[in-house]
Structures are given as structure tokens and as C-alpha cells.
């Protein structure tokens, strides 16, 4: 018959032994848990994205028929730009590296200031009274769209950026490094974005004052 220490030393054992299990199991699924958060936020703030370029073309055909002196093909050039670039974040798996994070920003800043300065110039010309002018009507539905998709790129940006963060320090504080270096999450890190990069629709639009 086993000693009472014996039976109290083995009970002892197995509950720790669970104990060990339940943690590294729920460190390993937390992590794998957060990365799935971060595609889901990653693909949510590409398809905002997407919307967006998918507005340029109804800009471009309301320059044609306006008189402003913007360039089609700049803004033409700028928004194939940003759609092959966009493409290549979509198409990674992984961790986007920062290099093609930084072509996405830049890609996407000069969007953002290709359509700002069509918004801008358009608005100028609303409600005159010729045909080569553009409808308020006309306006206030493509302005509207933009508007919706910036605050969208806005929201979803800070979301995809808390993810990251979130991921990025449990690799590296206790209990969640013991877990990261045991199955290789300590490896993974990933980009942030720029918070300035999709600021929201009144502040990205706002008429610069002289």
C-alpha cells in the first residue's frame, strides 16, 4: 500500500502536470487567436482600400466632363499604383515585412492627396450654371462615398494597429515570450501603420487655410 506523501506527492504531480498543459495549450491558442485577428483586421483595411481605387473611376469621369485642370493620367497612374502594391499585401500570408509597408503607405498617401485635390477643385465648381460644371447632386453622392470610405480606412486602421501591438508585446513580456519562444511566435513581428496615414474624412478633406 502506497504511503499517504506518496499518493499526495503523485495527485500533486498530475495536477500540475494538467495545470502546465492548460496554460501552454491556452498561451499556444491565444496566440494563434491574435493572429487571426490581425488578417481579419489586415483584410477588412484592404478591401476599404479597394473601395476606395473602385471610386476612382467615377472620378474620372466626372473631371472629364468639368472644367479643373487636373491630370487623368496622374490620377490614373497613382491609383494602378496603389492597386499593385495593394495586391501584394493582400497576397501575403504572413507578417506583411515593413518595406512593402511603407510602398503601401506612400502608395496610399498619394492617393489620398490625388483625390483630395479633385474633391477640392470640384467643390468649386458646383451649382454654376453651365453644363461643363458639376451638379451638386453629382457631387454630394461621389463625396459621400469618399467620405464613408475614409472613415472606414480611419476605424479599421486603428483596429489592424491595436492587433499588432497587442501581438507584438506578448512575445515579448511574461508568461507570453515562455510561450511565443516555445513555438516560434517570438520569430513573427509585424507592421504598424502610420496612425496619420487614414485620418478621418472631415480632418483628411478639411480646406487648407491660408
Same mark, same amino acid.
Given at each position: 500500500?502506497?504511503?499517504?506523501?506518496?499518493?499526495?506527492?503523485?495527485?500533486?504531480?498530475?495536477?500540475?502536470?494538467?495545470?502546465?498543459?492548460?496554460?501552454?495549450?491556452?498561451?499556444?491558442?491565444?496566440?494563434?487567436?491574435?493572429?487571426?485577428?490581425?488578417?481579419?483586421?489586415?483584410?477588412?483595411?484592404?478591401?476599404?482600400?479597394?473601395?476606395?481605387?473602385?471610386?476612382?473611376?467615377?472620378?474620372?469621369?466626372?473631371?472629364?466632363?468639368?472644367? +479643373? =485642370?487636373?491630370?487623368?493620367? /496622374?490620377?490614373? $497612374?497613382?491609383?494602378?499604383?496603389?492597386?499593385?502594391? !495593394?495586391? @501584394?499585401?493582400? *497576397?501575403?500570408?504572413?507578417?506583411?515585412?515593413?518595406?512593402? +509597408? =511603407?510602398?503601401?503607405?506612400? /502608395?496610399?498617401? $498619394?492617393?489620398?492627396?490625388?483625390?483630395?485635390?479633385? !474633391?477640392? @477643385?470640384?467643390? *468649386?465648381?458646383?451649382?454654376?450654371?453651365?453644363?461643363?460644371?458639376?451638379?451638386?447632386?453629382?457631387? /454630394?453622392?461621389?463625396?459621400?462615398?469618399?467620405?464613408?470610405?475614409?472613415?472606414?480606412?480611419?476605424?479599421?486602421?486603428?483596429?489592424?494597429?491595436?492587433?499588432?501591438?497587442?501581438?507584438?508585446?506578448?512575445?515579448?513580456?511574461?508568461?507570453?515570450?515562455?510561450?511565443?519562444?516555445?513555438?516560434?511566435?517570438?520569430?513573427?513581428?509585424?507592421?504598424?501603420?502610420?496612425?496619420?496615414?487614414?485620418?478621418?474624412?472631415?480632418?483628411?478633406?478639411?480646406?487648407?487655410?491660408?
Amino acid at each position: 500500500m502506497l504511503e499517504p506523501w506518496l499518493k499526495f506527492t503523485g495527485i500533486c504531480s498530475v495536477v500540475m502536470a494538467i495545470i502546465v498543459f492548460c496554460v501552454i495549450f491556452g498561451g499556444y491558442s491565444s496566440f494563434v487567436r491574435s493572429q487571426n485577428r490581425i488578417e481579419a483586421s489586415k483584410s477588412l483595411l484592404t478591401d476599404a482600400c479597394q473601395k476606395r481605387l473602385d471610386i476612382v473611376p467615377e472620378l474620372v469621369e466626372i473631371i472629364k466632363t468639368s472644367r +479643373i =485642370k487636373t491630370s487623368i493620367p /496622374s490620377i490614373n $497612374q497613382t491609383a494602378q499604383k496603389a492597386a499593385i502594391i !495593394l495586391k @501584394q499585401v493582400i *497576397a501575403h500570408e504572413s507578417a506583411v515585412e515593413n518595406a512593402l +509597408i =511603407k510602398d503601401f503607405e506612400l /502608395s496610399q498617401t $498619394q492617393l489620398t492627396f490625388h483625390i483630395k485635390q479633385t !474633391l477640392s @477643385q470640384l467643390e *468649386a465648381l458646383v451649382d454654376k450654371n453651365s453644363s461643363q460644371y458639376v451638379s451638386s447632386q453629382q457631387f /454630394s453622392a461621389l463625396k459621400k462615398q469618399v467620405d464613408t470610405t475614409q472613415d472606414n480606412l480611419f476605424v479599421i486602421q486603428k483596429r489592424y494597429n491595436k492587433e499588432v501591438a497587442y501581438f507584438n508585446l506578448r512575445t515579448k513580456v511574461f508568461p507570453g515570450f515562455l510561450i511565443a519562444k516555445l513555438f516560434g511566435f517570438n520569430k513573427i513581428h509585424y507592421t504598424s501603420i502610420s496612425k496619420d496615414l487614414f485620418l478621418p474624412a472631415q480632418k483628411t478633406f478639411a480646406p487648407v487655410t491660408s
